[in-house]
């Protein structure tokens, strides 16, 4: 499908080449355009590029000026001020790309990146026997975005959900359960077979679950309280390393069963996780020996009291001594460096990969800094492949602390978008005031909206920064919300329908018509989503995107106020003009939502 170039991409163009042609040793220089409201668009480089050769910046904006060829798209330009640009563009241009980008498919005319490379991209990374809580919402919901993006660009993605299944716990689990054989008939009624309908899957799945996470409970007192159990657990953590087969089997019964319920709720937020993507801690166990052995005979690792270690002059503790990155113990156990080491290896030599995305906790950002520089040391990463950490901030409750439960406890996942969903269920019923939506239907648009608004009010924040959890806010139609703009496309599609309904032309592109204002601003916005999804993709920064969308609704909202689409007095070209960009907007709209993951319900 043919790629569109926007007006701001092709003004820019036209200004660098008067540039150069005004002022030849500019050469490739930025104008700075930007969209501005004196006009569409200002341009303010020329001012510091008249500094620079020591020129008066109001002349060489004439001069500029003068050079720009007779253009369609550019209709005015005015020097204004010091030097700046103010820039205006045709009507006729804009209505003729905008053509274009419908006639483009699905992508709109959107270009691929550059130059698209292989990413590995780490997300969604629960633990093996553990319940999912609010922490785990981060990784998944920002890395199933970020996925998305990097694919729509061009970009080879490979997902890898790095669970935690291996380690001290599951030799705790084991050993708690074959001590404790009863527990294993509780485990086996909660988990029922597991068939049937998604929901009853879902259920076994949450049921199985919680019976883990309860024994894992169970298992981890006694470990703590029993120093004789602490021993065997210990042991049988040796066991499992070793391949037998009795431990074996029950460690694979907790990622089994682990699995399902994964699935259910990664399912639950509308996220395809793939079983081939799944490698967790134990994928990468045979390679741990060779990996503290190629740093050592390397000498960027070196024995430090019977640990292998690598020190960094940058990182110390409280009391000035170094504070090592601690890759193989002195008991010989494996740390954590030294299966994410092992990662590295694997993504960059096997996989192929140029880019190496983690999509994890700002809290760990010491732990990944040192990994990446080992990495770089042992010549595993390289200007030509980069690993880069998106670290994510915390989700907060309203008393602007980490979100807890009243007992003080981690919010399980699994509650707080069931809770989501029944209330942006109650936002559907309520504005169904003609009782034209089923039970279903309202059930189904009550999912979408729910666990969009949850989705979104993660998104729309910079990853780095911590938010608040605010349902309330999160499923309101008013403000920067998921349901501000899948209401704003629910009311497009609406009016669709009443069009084709009433006989109403067809939406068609009438460029030798003059446009309203706010029918350029939507205009010129829309003109702009190729440039913005490339733009967030390239900074792993989904928040510019739903921040475009949030402005898109804004734009289209102001539209409908101002610009009856379907009214009598308005001329048959008119109504199918204004259709067209009705039907624009709801395409961008729901382009930029899947994009996020985020459904576009055609009714609410």
Not at 265 to 291: C, P, Q, W
Request: glycine share 8%; with cysteine; net charge negative.
């Amino acid at each position: 499908m043919a790629s569109v170039t926007s007006l701001t991409a092709s003004v820019e163009q036209q200004l660098k080449d008067a540039l150069a042609a005004a002022l030849p040793a500019a050469g490739d220089a930025d104008p700075l355009l930007r969209r501005s409201d004196r006009a569409d668009y200002q341009a303010n480089g020329v001012l510091a590029l008249a500094k620079k050769a020591k020129a008066n910046p109001r002349e060489l904006a004439t001069r500029v000026v003068a050079a720009l060829p007779d253009s369609t798209v550019i209709k005015e330009v005015e020097v204004s001020g010091p030097g700046f640009l103010n820039i205006t563009v045709s009507d006729e241009a804009l209505v003729r790309n905008l053509a274009a980008r419908t006639a483009a498919g699905e992508r709109l005319g959107v270009p691929y990146a550059e130059h698209p490379g292989r990413t590995v991209i780490d997300y969604a990374q629960p633990n093996v026997a553990k319940e999912m809580h609010v922490g785990h919402l981060r990784s998944a919901v920002i890395g199933d975005a970020v996925m998305r993006m990097l694919e729509f660009t061009g970009e080879t993605v490979i997902r890898r959900h790095h669970i935690g299944d291996w380690g001290t716990q599951f030799g705790m689990l084991i050993q708690y359960l074959i001590e404790h054989p009863a527990e294993l008939d509780r485990s086996d009624a909660a988990s029922g077979s597991g068939s049937g309908s998604g929901e009853a899957s879902q259920a076994a799945g949450e049921a199985a679950m919680s019976n883990l996470n309860r024994v894992y409970k169970a298992s981890k007192r006694l470990f703590d309280e029993d120093e004789g159990f602490k021993d065997r657990a210990r042991r049988r953590v040796v066991d499992l390393q070793a391949g037998d087969e009795e431990t074996l089997r029950y460690w694979h019964r907790f990622v089994d069963e682990s699995k399902v319920y994964f699935n259910a709720l990664f399912g639950k937020l509308d996220m395809d996780i793939r079983d081939a993507d799944i490698v967790g801690e134990s994928g990468y166990n045979d390679m741990l020996a060779e990996t503290c052995d190629l740093l050592e005979r390397s000498g960027v690792a070196v024995r430090s009291e019977g640990a292998l270690c690598v020190f960094f002059d940058d990182v110390k503790g409280p009391d000035g001594n170094p504070v090592p990155l601690i890759v193989r113990k002195s008991n010989g156990g494996f740390g954590y460096a030294a299966t994410d080491l092992s990662a590295i290896r694997n993504r960059v030599f096997d996989l192929k990969a140029d880019t190496l995305l983690y999509v994890v906790d700002a809290r760990q950002a010491l732990h990944f800094k040192m990994v990446f520089e080992t990495a770089r040391r042992a010549g595993w990463l390289s200007e030509d492949v980069r690993a880069v950490q998106l670290a994510f901030g915390t989700v907060l409750g309203a008393d602007g602390k980490p979100f807890k439960t009243r007992a003080g406890e981690s919010v399980r996942l699994v509650d707080l978008l069931d809770e989501a969903v029944e209330r942006a269920t109650a936002v559907v019923r309520e504005k169904d005031v003609k009782g034209q939506l089923s039970e279903d239907e309202i059930a189904e648009r009550g999912a979408q909206v729910g666990i969009g608004a949850v989705k979104y009010a993660d998104l729309s924040t910079s990853a780095s920064r911590d938010y608040k959890f605010d349902l309330d806010q999160m499923v309101s139609l008013n403000g920067d919300t998921s349901v501000y703009i899948q209401y704003a496309y629910a009311r497009i599609q609406s009016i669709l329908r009443r069009a084709t309904d009433s006989g109403a032309p067809a939406p068609a592109a009438h460029p030798e018509l003059p446009l309203a204002p706010a029918e350029r601003a939507l205009g010129l916005h829309l003109d702009a989503f190729g440039d913005q999804v490339l733009e967030a993709t390239h900074e792993y920064a989904p928040h510019k995107l739903a921040a475009y969308l949030y402005q898109t609704a804004s734009l289209y909202t102001t539209f409908y106020d101002q610009c009856h689409v379907l009214s009598d007095d308005n001329a048959p070209e008119v109504v199918a003009n204004r259709l067209f960009l009705c039907e624009l907007t709801g395409r961008t709209l729901a382009a930029g939502l899947g994009l996020l993951g985020i459904r576009a319900p055609k009714s609410l």
